[in-house]
């Protein structure tokens, strides 16, 4: 059984930063994509990043582009998002998620984390 497991949210203040990390247990793809998507109250589930499987390629979805960074440590089974200069507005739920190939389209993802709460304070 597949498992993802956010930590890192937190509340934090504009212009702080926090590091989300993942752990994923259990078998998913042979080299699964990772990526972090955000969810805001009332609103639709919304692309952050994705990586893939040796870390040599990322993308970004334009919300937090230039203030996070994705990155990986297949050793570890661990995914992270830096994310820095942050916003009132990045406050939401942030999971990750695992697909079989690179997509800001979270329908793709098969496998998902139970969220971990990022708080932004103005």
């Known amino acids: 059984q597949v498992q993802l497991v956010e930590s890192g949210g937190g509340l934090v203040q504009a212009g702080g930063s926090l590091r989300l990390s993942c752990a994923a247990s259990?078998?998913?793809?042979?080299?699964?994509?990772m990526g972090w998507f955000r969810q805001a109250s009332g609103k639709e589930r919304q692309f952050v990043a994705t990586?893939?499987?040796?870390?040599?390629?990322?993308s970004y979805g334009d919300s937090m582009k230039g203030r996070s960074t994705i990155s990986r440590d297949n050793a570890k089974n661990m995914v992270y998002l830096q994310m820095d200069s942050l916003k009132p507005e990045d406050t939401a739920v942030y999971y990750c998620?695992?697909?079989?190939?690179?997509?800001?389209?979270?329908?793709?993802?098969?496998?998902w984390g139970q969220g971990t709460q990022v708080t932004v304070s103005s």
């Open positions: 259990g078998r998913t793809y042979s080299r699964p994509v």
């Open positions: 990586i893939n499987w040796s870390g040599t390629s990322t």
């Open positions: 998620a695992a697909a079989k190939t690179m997509t800001p389209w979270a329908s793709r993802y098969d496998y």
